[in-house]
């Protein structure tokens, strides 16, 4: 039998309770992080910056190690929640499990959106894999034409070594002429 909870948190207006010694044992982060300052009230802790579903996710993960069923458009959506909430509570589990969800979502579409959470949260895997499509330069066409301009401003911004390697790629492949490469 499951002892009694003795946390609760209040997230989005609806109210958990868990076991403090399970989410201690699972992420001695979160504990750290949410039973330390002013976040509790009425015996409650209150979490602002998490949706409601987004917390109740993260807590079947603590608890089964797996993630609820969903459908596609669901956990994708869901997966780039997560991978925040996984980098911040140190879940290395959790966020491998949003890396694979969101890497088969990698099309022109999603890329930059993907690669800004991959460089934001250190994910290596998935910031191979948004480079890896990049370097295919149908795709990269495809991307820089649904693009607004933006896309290399953000790469030299966020990952300037990965402007210098498309760069290098593009003019060792004759894509493009070596006159129009611009050098920041």
Same mark, same amino acid.
């Given at each position: 039998m499951v002892a009694a909870t003795d946390v609760s948190f209040l997230v989005g207006g609806e109210t958990f309770s868990a076991h403090k010694c399970v989410l201690e044992a699972r992420s001695p982060a979160f504990v750290?992080?949410?039973?330390?300052?002013? =976040? =509790?009230t009425r015996g409650c802790i209150r979490i602002d910056d998490m949706p409601a579903q987004v917390?109740? =996710?993260?807590?079947?993960?603590?608890? =089964?190690?797996?993630?609820?069923?969903?459908?596609?458009?669901?956990?994708?959506?869901?997966?780039? #929640?997560?991978?925040?909430?996984?980098?911040?509570?140190d879940l290395p589990e959790l966020k491998l499990i949003c890396e694979d969800i969101l890497s088969s979502e990698i099309n022109e579409n999603t890329v930059t959106r993907i690669?800004?959470?991959? /460089?934001?949260?250190?994910?290596?895997?998935?910031h191979?894999?948004? /480079?890896?499509?990049?370097?295919? #330069?149908?795709?990269?066409?495809?991307?820089?034409?649904?693009?607004d301009g933006s896309l290399l401003e953000h790469v030299a911004k966020s990952c300037p070594e990965?402007?210098?390697?498309?760069?290098?790629?593009?003019?060792?492949?004759?894509? /493009?002429? /070596?006159?129009?490469v611009m050098c920041t």
């Open positions: 750290a992080e949410l039973f330390t300052g002013d =976040t =509790t917390f109740k =996710t993260l807590l079947h993960f603590i608890y =089964t190690d797996s993630l609820p069923e969903m459908n596609e458009q669901e956990e994708s959506l869901m997966a780039e #929640h997560l991978l925040a909430a996984a980098d911040r509570f690669l800004d959470l991959a /460089i934001q949260h250190r994910c290596e895997t998935l191979d894999a948004c /480079i890896e499509f990049l370097e295919d #330069h149908p795709a990269l066409d495809a991307v820089m034409a649904a693009d990965l402007l210098k390697d498309l760069c290098a790629d593009w003019c060792d492949d004759g894509s /493009i002429e /070596i006159d129009m």
